[in-house]
């Protein structure tokens, strides 16, 4: 049911929302000139029900009050094409409830950043990414970023959004995402030239070489308004920041990225806790503040650590303490994700940080995963978390966490799809 609720609720929802739908796949202006020529305005947003406004409406909850069903926390912004789509019976499957509450708390949290100062505005650095014509996608897909976003879906789109961010954040992974990897490429140019009809490829380790296209785009929007643009064509690549071109690689976001295996191979002499740090792209030293100085109950699996030693041990559970070394496979990969989330807050002391993590090349189980997702949720740390995954966690419960699901096949398409993860 539609606009059934008073003025001043309608006004508070219209505002609250920034008068912009809050369907995160539209978020269009609701309010704009009118087109007759008479220098007025007007408003194409409606606030619809969450749960229907009265019994026979689509989403009607019985167990509410007449009052609860008026009250603005059972309405939600949207768009007039959207809300029609929404207000339909025939559409509840599509829109239940909890995705609703999800594009809700979502939407005001991105205008409630937009409308804050520059400072809150840095936790979550990362507003929108939107990929056209690249790196396998055929066409556009697009997603907006929340404080903790997930990207689901066996494809290796999904394993393309955590490569795209690296390619913002890391110098390396630039460079190595340019072709032709047989030739040398140390030099640094404003444009890299890409030879004609020859694809890109990413050799990332323990992955088989990756093909992109050698066109196409992708816009990186971050929460300041910058937008960082990566063109490619058959004749290079370029970097710009908006409309004005800068020199390649500018980072244009800082990650820490938990997915490669901690790889005690190609450093053999170096302690397990010089790995860890580097690793983590920080000093030893400064990997033992992080771990010294955050609370023991800031743990994502409740590890404890000690450091006094010369060695990093880890506590799991009611055993005694270990070296890293002597951990298992499951047993590191977490306590890459607790230290990584350690790392994240530490940074974020300084600067917006954003917390990738790639479940595509870490061990974990499912059990693992709906701990770690769960925690962040409840712990809203500040930091921004994209996770990739490729496949569902058997139990979690995610209110605040805007999920996309990639549909299509591998790489041929793409699209992401917000799907709301109650299972
Ligand atoms: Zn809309």
């Known amino acids: 049911m539609t606009d059934k609720f008073s003025p001043s609720v309608r006004r508070i929802l219209a505002e609250r929302a920034g008068q912009r739908c809050s369907n995160p ?18 408003v194409l947003g409606k606030a619809c029900h969450i749960t229907a406004a009265s019994d026979g409406g689509p989403r009607f909850d019985s167990s509410l009050t007449n009052e609860q069903r008026a009250h603005p926390n059972n309405g939600i912004w949207l768009c007039a094409t959207c809300a029609d789509r929404v207000d339909k019976n025939e559409n509840v499957a599509m829109f239940p409830v909890e995705l609703l509450r999800c594009w809700k708390e979502f939407h005001e949290s991105l205008t409630g950043t937009d409308h804050a100062s520059i400072q809150n505005r840095r936790v979550y650095p990362l507003r929108q990414l939107k990929i056209v014509d690249f790196a396998g996608v055929r066409g556009q897909a697009n997603m907006t970023f929340g404080a903790l976003t997930s990207v689901l879906g066996s494809s290796r789109l999904s394993h393309t959004v955590g490569e795209l961010l690296n390619l913002f954040s890391s110098h390396e992974e630039f460079k190595r995402t340019r072709q032709p990897p047989s030739e040398a490429y140390e030099e640094e140019i404003d444009r890299i030239s890409l030879p004609d ?6 050799t990332v380790k323990h992955d088989p070489p990756r093909v992109f296209t050698n066109r196409g785009r992708v816009r ?36 820490i990225v938990v997915g490669k295996p901690l790889d005690s191979n190609s450093s053999p002499l170096k302690a397990p806790e010089q790995r860890l740090a580097r690793y983590f792209g920080i000093s030893d030293a400064e990997l033992r503040s992080c771990i010294e100085g955050s609370p023991t109950d800031e743990s994502v699996f409740g590890y404890e650590y000690d450091f006094n030693s010369e060695a990093l041990l880890v506590r799991i559970g009611k055993s005694g ?103």
């Open 25 to 42: 796949n539209c978020g269009r202006p609701t309010s704009g000139p009118s087109d007759n020529g008479a220098g007025g305005s007007t």
């Open 197 to 202: 009809e020859r694809p890109w490829v990413v």
């Open 220 to 255: 990186l929007k971050l929460s300041d308004n910058r937008e960082f643009i990566i063109t490619a064509k058959r004749t290079g690549a370029a970097l710009s920041l908006g409309d004005s071109p800068i020199p390649v690689f500018s980072p244009a976001i800082s990650t």
């Open 321 to 423: 303490y270990q070296s890293l070394d002597s951990l298992s496979g499951g047993e590191r990969s977490r306590v890459l994700i607790d230290l990584g989330s350690r790392v994240a807050r530490y940074r974020a002391k300084v600067g917006p940080i954003v917390f990738l993590v790639d479940q595509h090349r870490i061990s974990i189980d499912r059990q693992g995963w709906a701990q770690m997702l769960n925690w962040l949720e409840q712990t809203r740390p500040p930091f921004q978390t994209v996770v990739d995954m490729w496949e569902r966690p058997s139990q979690w419960s995610l209110a605040r966490t805007l999920c996309y699901e990639v549909i299509g096949t591998d790489m041929e398409v793409s699209s992401f799809q917000i799907t709301p993860l109650n299972l």
